[in-house]
């Protein structure tokens, strides 16, 4: 009988420390998220400037592939020169 009577109190008190020790590792790991969440912006800020900077240069890329492509057109387009044919491109290339 007396197991019951100082039992029911002894697992309150287990209980209540259980969940205390638990609220109080909750509360330490508050400055570890607040940190990581603060490192998460840096990193979302860094990749919006990343891509701001991606987009403001796409165009001038695009217009410098365009004028490569133009030049490589006018390059096909030119007359080609006569070259003997024991020397292959690879032999004139390297010297």
Known sequence: MLDVVFG??????GRTLHVLRTAFEALESIPRIAS????????????ERLATFAAGEL???VYQLEQIRER??????RPREIVPEEVSPVSRRNG
Not at 38 to 47: F, N, T, W
Not at 72 to 77: A, I, K, P, S
């Open 8 to 13: 029911v109190p002894r697992r309150v008190a």
């Open 36 to 47: 990581a969440v603060d490192e998460l912006r840096a990193s979302l800020r860094q990749c």
């Open 59 to 61: 165009p001038e890329l």
């Open 72 to 77: 490589l057109d006018e390059l096909d387009r």
